[in-house]
């Protein structure tokens, strides 16, 4: 995208910002609305217990993965950070 100088054309750049924001702003609207959605769904149709399973069952996941990711970085959190978001992408 071409870049406009501000002093030259200062009613373009601020059209193009107010474009910008206005996408970005829809985008994060998009988002709340699927949260929101998802979230109505899957507590009218999940019971308190299976929720509290499933989260200590994702929590158990994570920690081994995280695990395994620290033990083959020799405890560098660093590099154990990308292995363990690695895996996880190749897992999705």
Known sequence: MESINFNK???EYFKR?????IANVHSITQSLLET??????????????????????IKDYRNKF????MKEARGNKNKAYKIYTKNLTLMG
């Open 9 to 11: 054309n200062p009613n």
């Open 17 to 21: 910002i107010e474009k910008q924001i």
């Open 36 to 57: 929101f959605k998802f979230n109505f769904v899957y507590h009218k149709h999940v019971t308190e217990e299976e929720e509290k399973k499933t989260e200590k069952a």
């Open 66 to 69: 995280w695990k395994q990711a």
